[in-house]
């Protein structure tokens, strides 16, 4: 059964830090990682996509690697602002077009 | 640019009552989900379709129907609603399968409380 983990479940640092996001899978035999942002209340909004066969995408201040031999992919905000502020949802993708979704991390930068 | 549009917004039902959740997707996208988000969770497929007329259940399909008529929409249906159905609906569509590129767009959700 494909499984997938999210580390840490929250996370409060103070604006201006860089940080990373954890996300590890239990099967390697994806097609692709998506990362989202959701606000309080909200759908979801895309930040990046990876292929199966990328090391990693960037998007601003974004940055998200794949490791498929290990089954993780990092997420890292550079220099993070209040505004980002949000949970984010790793989603991999096999065949068929099924996601799987961990259950997030929640993320505070205070002013 | 509508993407992909979720009704209502906001529900709250009596037990055993039913409902429609409505999806429409303008990206002539294939592939469309319904999940469902419990408090603090991730997100469970409870099913999809591949195309028009072709549906098949995920994680969590008990107590939900679906129907896939047009490419545009895919309705969900809840028969006889129950307190565990409480959660927020999500949908989502994207183009073909295969290894190439695809990206899953997500409706705003439905809020649904059982009461």
């Known amino acids: 059964k494909q499984e997938v983990t999210q580390i840490p479940a929250a996370l409060s640092v103070p604006e201006g830090e860089n940080l990373v996001l954890n996300c590890s899978f239990t099967?390697?035999?994806?097609?692709?990682l998506q990362w989202f942002r959701q606000d309080p209340g909200k759908g979801l909004t895309s930040l990046l996509l990876?292929?199966?066969?990328?090391r990693e995408q960037t998007s601003g201040r974004l940055n998200a690697s794949l490791d498929k031999s290990s089954g993780r992919s990092t997420l890292y905000i550079a220099a993070s602002q209040p505004g980002d502020s949000a949970t984010y949802l790793c989603?991999?993708?096999?065949?068929?077009?099924?996601?799987?979704f961990g259950s997030g991390t929640k993320l505070n930068v205070k002013p | 640019n509508a993407g992909v549009t979720q009704t209502p917004k906001f529900r709250i039902l009596k037990i055993g009552q039913s409902m429609t959740l409505q999806c429409a997707q303008d990206?002539?996208?294939?592939?469309m989900y319904w999940y469902r988000q419990d408090p603090g969770m991730g997100l469970k497929l409870i099913y999809y379709s591949v195309g028009a007329g072709i549906t098949d259940k995920g994680e969590v399909p008990n107590g939900y129907n679906v129907s896939r008529s047009t490419t545009e929409d895919f309705p969900l249906r809840l028969e006889l609603a129950a307190p565990s159905q409480t959660s927020v609906y999500f949908c989502a569509s994207t183009t073909t399968g295969g290894r190439g590129f695809t990206e899953a767009f997500f409706g705003q959700g439905t809020r649904l409380t059982v009461v």
């Open positions: 099967d390697s035999a994806i097609y692709n």
């Open positions: 990206m002539n996208h294939n592939y």
């Open positions: 989603a991999v993708r096999y065949n068929f077009n099924k996601f799987y």
């Open positions: 990876i292929q199966s066969s990328q």
